[in-house]
């Protein structure tokens, strides 16, 4: 039964690990451009600052001078690194509940196929 929860958790860390990836976005380019490739109104940010607090929010106003959220503004001169998460396709959703439904099917057809085993010594084995 461990071995099945193990399972379980394993595909579900497995699965949200898959569903969001954050793109490092440089943040000397944002300067020169605004609004930074990838960044736009509604995309979710993870900022840290030079002063090593971090920020992680969707943002809702874009500016030459940098990103605001409902937390606050976060000016591209004070932030030391920016990351923003990339959309996920319509293609890799399918993948993942195609090899979600597979995972499933073969955990299924393991617990089901599996037989008892009997570790006894001296051989042979009696039956319980």
């Known amino acids: 039964m461990t071995f099945i929860k193990h399972y ?9 690990a898959a569903c969001s990836s954050m793109q490092t976005v440089s943040v000397e380019s944002a300067m020169k451009n605004s609004p930074p490739r990838g960044v736009d109104y509604g995309s979710l940010v993870h900022v840290k600052m030079l002063d090593k607090s971090s920020a992680k929010f969707r943002v809702t106003a874009i500016n030459a001078d940098g ?6 503004f976060y000016r591209y001169a004070d932030m030391a690194s920016l990351k923003v998460e990339q959309e996920q396709s319509k293609d890799s959703d399918a993948v993942a509940i195609i090899l979600g439904i597979l995972g499933a099917a073969a955990l299924i057809y393991l617990v089901a196929n599996a037989d008892s085993v009997a570790v006894c010594s001296p ?4 039956t319980p």
């Open 8 to 16: 379980l958790l394993a595909l579900l860390v497995f699965n949200l």
């Open 67 to 72: 990103l605001g959220g409902t937390e606050g």
């Open 123 to 126: 051989s042979p084995c009696g």
